[in-house]
């Protein structure tokens, strides 16, 4: 008896850490605090359920434990900092996996007292089995496993066709009150079939918000699986993440002016501009000289770092250009789009990594006005948050997102690979731009050279 | 759990959830979707009662169970380290950032 209070009360705490961690997370201050303390609720969380009356089965159990615990541990300790977002969107995917396994579990011992447990069960299966296959096929895609968006003939017809047989499937089970073990296998491999279709088809760009979309849900399933297990813990958790997670997915979809319904409903693709209007002008050339010296001799330089930049790991040779130029007496800012990277503020934790100071770094908001007195805009590995076109051009499929106003600086240098398209496939008009030179290379190699000639230039 | 106590705990803690994360900087959303990742991960509770309740007989349920502890235990302490290192990153008031 008294093992149940204290299991009771230890969840009681575990609630009450748990929050204060998400709400110290909220503050660069306390952000590490909060994590430290939700890791504690956990730990005691998963001792004290050791304790539960009734339970057997524990050798099999400290097995999986060590087995999933250790290699996620190993993983998550190995992972370079530009691979978080699809470190965390299959670790959340594993998490939606156990919620989905909880209901499996619950139907297979076919100890479900009442339609509403059922029912709750049964939905969050239904999630919790489409943010686990949706979250692999994201992982998939972001690790480049998978490059291409697939589109089914009908996308839309079939993702509402299998989501509502699926439903169909589980409102059967509910009202059966015993389902047959085929049904539940039939709603099972419908529910993971799901995931997949929906996410096949969205573009890399449109990731983060997905990634986001599948934690809160995973969040619900959570939440719906504590019911039925009657567990406190679970329940608070999974609703206080799935209702964070949502609000979360907002903001990212909002930053980028893409509604939620048309990510996944009319994903964007190279193809829908394909055979759209060709961009005027043609693309001129700079040498790492000519960089140097447009900025060694600028007031104002502002770095626009995307993605690009990251990959090529050059973050640590950009902030060794940024305190050269900065001893020439240049003023330098890094200005964050709220996509850059691959989820909001992606890039500001691959910037702090390479040691650039937080009040160097500025947001959209702060900077967009500020590149009309900026001598030159460095864009270095971002693409679509600096494309002009997202202003102007209506059959541009990111008109209307907010974008970095780089192309009103007196020049624009932009780093580049290659000629090709970004990461969405699409054209960017700023490298067509009257005042941009574009810089080709690798962005590490490309920021290497100017460096050189900074030092020549001020020996 | 008594129906509508339950009801209350969810609309609650819905509002929890949205409240705490309304006034988070950019920066930080990164980490903090990583960190409510982490904290969903408590699912791992709920896994190991499943694996508890399961009858020792029956192989299915067995494997079902293992299953949902193997995923649930992923979660969490893939959230935590990957959560851990990201916020590491972030050190407060200095000048630098935390470059190792």
Redesign the interface.
Known sequence: MSARILISASYFVVAILFILGLKSMSSPVSARKGIVWAGAGMLIATLVTFLSPGMQNFALMVIALAIGGGIAWWGGKVVKMTDMPQMVAIYNGMGGGAAALIAAMEFARGEMHGSVVAALATLGALIGAVSFSGSVIAFTKLQGLMKRAHRLPGQNLWNIGVAAFTVLVGAGMVASGEPAPLQILVFFALALALGVIITLPIGGADMPVVISLYNALTGLAVGFEGYVLGNPALIIAGIVVGAAGSLLTQLMAKAMNRPLTNIIFSPITGEAQAGGSQIAGSMKEVTGLDAAAMMRYAQKVIVVPGYGMAVAQAQHKVWEMAELLEAEGVEVKFAIHPVAGRMPGHMNVLLAEAGVPYDKIFDMEEINAEFEQADVALVIGANDVVNPAARTAKSSPIYGMPILNADRARNVICVKRGKGAGYSGIENALFYGENTRMLYGSAQKAIAEVIAHIKELSA | ?E?FA?LY??ML??????E?????????????????????????????????????H?P???A???????????????????????????K????????K
Request: aromatic share 8%; no cysteine; glycine share 18%.
């Open positions: 759990m129906g339950a705990i969810f803690a819905a509002f929890t959830g949205y705490v994360i309304s006034r988070v900087p950019v920066i930080l959303h990164t980490p903090l979707m990583s960190g409510s990742n982490f904290v969903h991960g408590v699912v791992l509770v709920g896994a190991m009662v499943a694996l508890g309740e399961a009858d020792p029956d299915l349920q067995l079902i169970g293992f299953g949902a502890v193997l995923l649930g235990a992923a979660n969490a302490a893939g959230g935590y380290v990957v959560t851990e290192r990201m916020l590491g990153m972030f407060a008031g200095g000048q630098k950032g935390g470059a």
